[in-house]
């Protein structure tokens, strides 16, 4: 059974830090990993899709990486933004039904 | 292109009543998910519809729970009766292809009193 974790479960950090959170799963027979973004009282929604062929991948600010053999992904984000703040949720694909686990997710806060 | 809509964005309700969702996915999305996110928690899932049928529900408590996708389009969620552990935000996703991104819906956040 795929088991995803996910650390630090909260962050703060000041504006302009550099960060990175990072995904942690049991099963490394994934088809993805895919970051999303969670606003309160919000759906998700999708930053960045990695395939199992993928090594990273790249949107503005963001950078997501993955180590298919080690089971771990780490998202970068740089210079953060106040608008940055919200709870950042990894998933992996698994499976010919595409099952998608999730892991707990890590809050941000970046403060002024 | 129209995100997932789902409604309703809230509902209050009695434990031991009833109450059902429902979910308009992004419009040729074959796949289709439903998924709990109780407080703090990831999501968890639910089931999933690739077109009408059943992919996977091995996770629904289907002794009060039950889901259905007619015409291989909208999808609706019941929990009849409702218990006060199933408050929780319910939400749908979709995608089209299996190496594609997931799309959420906003969700519906059930609270049983």
């Known amino acids: 059974k795929q088991e995803v974790t996910q650390i630090p479960a909260a962050l703060s950090v000041p504006e302009g830090e550099n960060l990175v959170l990072n995904c942690s799963f049991t099963?490394?027979?994934?088809?993805?990993l895919q970051w999303f973004r969670q606003d309160p009282g919000k759906g998700l929604t999708s930053l960045l899709l990695i395939q199992s062929s993928q090594r990273e991948q790249t949107s503005g600010r963001l950078n997501a990486s993955l180590d298919k053999s080690s089971g771990r992904s780490t998202l970068y984000i740089a210079a953060s933004q106040p608008g940055d703040s919200a709870t950042y949720l990894c998933?992996?694909?698994?499976?010919?039904?595409?099952?998608?686990?999730f892991g707990t997710g890590t809050r941000l806060q970046v403060t002024l | 292109e129209a995100g997932v809509a789902q409604s309703p964005r809230y509902k209050i309700i009695e434990k031991r009543q009833s109450v059902a969702f429902w979910c308009n996915p992004i419009?040729?999305?074959?796949?289709l998910y439903w998924y709990q996110q109780i407080l703090g928690q990831g999501p968890k899932l639910l089931i999933q519809?690739?077109?009408?049928?059943?992919?996977?529900d091995s996770q629904l408590p289907k002794d009060r729970f039950s889901a259905e996708r007619l015409k291989g389009v909208d999808s609706t969620l019941k929990i009849q009766p409702a218990k006060l552990e199933d408050s929780a935000v319910y939400l749908c996703a979709s995608k089209d292809l299996s190496n594609s991104p997931l799309h959420f819906g906003n969700g519906t956040r059930l609270t049983v009193t």
């Open positions: 099963d490394s027979a994934i088809y993805n």
């Open positions: 419009s040729g999305h074959a796949t």
């Open positions: 998933a992996v694909t698994t499976g010919t039904a595409s099952k998608l686990t």
């Open positions: 519809f690739q077109n009408n049928g059943v992919v996977d």
